[in-house]
Each structure stands twice: as C-alpha cells, then as structure tokens.
C-alpha cells in the first residue's frame, strides 16, 4: 500500500492508508492496488456523492490524491482504464464514476485514456452482502475487450480504476481479462480501501 497525505483538496482530513498496512486479502492477477485513503468518514462521503447521489464533479476532488500514487510509475505504455458498466446501469446513472475519476487523472497525468475498450458484457446481481467467493463467481465472464481493442493492451501497463476497493473481486475480474489480452502488468488505482472487517457490509464492490 502507498500512504496518502490525508488531505483532500477541499482542505478535509482523510484517513490515510499507512504505507506497508495489509488491509486484507489483496492476491489476484493484478500486481498492485493503490488506494489514496481509507473508506470511512470525509472519504465514504466523498465516494457516496460521487456513486449515488449524481455529483460527478466530486471526481475533480477525488482525482488528485489518486493521480499522486501514480506520478512515479509513469511510463510511456503506461494506460488509464476505468472499471466499466453495464449499460443498462449507465442509462440509469447517466455517467460511469469510474471513468470520471479515469479521465481527470489521464488529463492530470497526461496518460492515454481507453474508456471504451474494456466492457462489461453481463449484468450481474448486487454485490452487496455477498462474500468475496460468491462475489468472484456472480463477475465471472462479466467482462471482456471491445471487438475492435483486442490488441489495445499487448504490452501495456494498465492502470486500473474505481472508485472504492473492498474484497477485489471486481479489480480481479477486470485484471484477469486484461492480463488474457496481453497486458504486462495491471495496477489497481481508487480513491478509498475498505478496512477487512468492515467487508462484509460494503455497498461498493
């Protein structure tokens, strides 16, 4: 984990993620996770505005600190790819959170941006309550690589991102599927890490 310096930009204290701190079980196919703070207090308000209450602006607060964990790792097959949606919760939301936080820091950083070329191809029942186990099983072949990007990611080094990460089963399904179309590495990049004991009651995936 990588530490954040606990402030967002709106002058609020965060909780940070203590650099070394092992919040869980984080194996999977992608090679990191970097979350700017922990999901509690200014940061799960920051998150619920942005995914449930059609504020995609808080992304331009949120983005910053993200971008920051990132400023070192920087390469020039370095690409931002958002964890996408279903369609059919896009309609309903009108706006991805994921790929607001995607674009703010590709534009921060100065990254290519593929927005399109990972999809999600199935809906999939609400994640919330279920366990990691069941989490992975309701993900499985919910994602794949847009028809006209199969070669998008030969070689590339993904950075990966969402909003909040809890148990990982959807960084690990994204990360499989990227990894299958020749990505050389996926680094898993949010905005909050959900503390383990708190998993089981997530409303984020």
Request: glycine content about 6%.
């Amino acid at each position: 984990m990588i530490s954040s310096r606990g402030m967002c930009s709106s002058g609020f204290p965060l909780p940070i993620v203590e650099e070394g701190e092992n919040r869980g079980t984080l194996e999977g196919p992608f090679d990191q996770v970097l979350a700017a703070c922990l999901f509690d207090g200014v940061a799960r308000t920051l998150a619920h505005q942005l995914k449930f209450f059609g504020r995609p602006h808080t992304a331009k607060i949120m983005a910053p600190l993200m971008a920051g964990l990132i400023s070192q790792q920087m390469k020039p097959e370095t690409v931002i790819v958002p964890v996408p949606l279903h369609r059919l919760r896009l309609w309903q939301r009108n706006y991805n959170q994921a790929a607001e936080l995607a674009r703010a820091i590709a534009l921060r950083c100065a990254l290519p941006l593929e927005a399109q070329a990972l999809l999600r191809t199935r809906r999939t029942k609400p994640q919330l309550g279920l366990s990691r186990q069941s989490r992975l099983q309701n993900l499985n072949s919910a994602f794949a690589i847009a028809p006209d990007k199969t070669t998008a990611f030969v070689e590339k080094k993904v950075i990966l991102v969402d909003d909040v990460f809890t148990t990982g089963a959807t960084a690990h399904a994204c990360a499989e599927v990227l990894k299958e179309a020749g990505a050389a590495e996926v680094r898993v990049l949010v905005f909050a890490i959900a503390e383990k004991h708190s998993w089981d009651a997530q409303e984020f995936v």
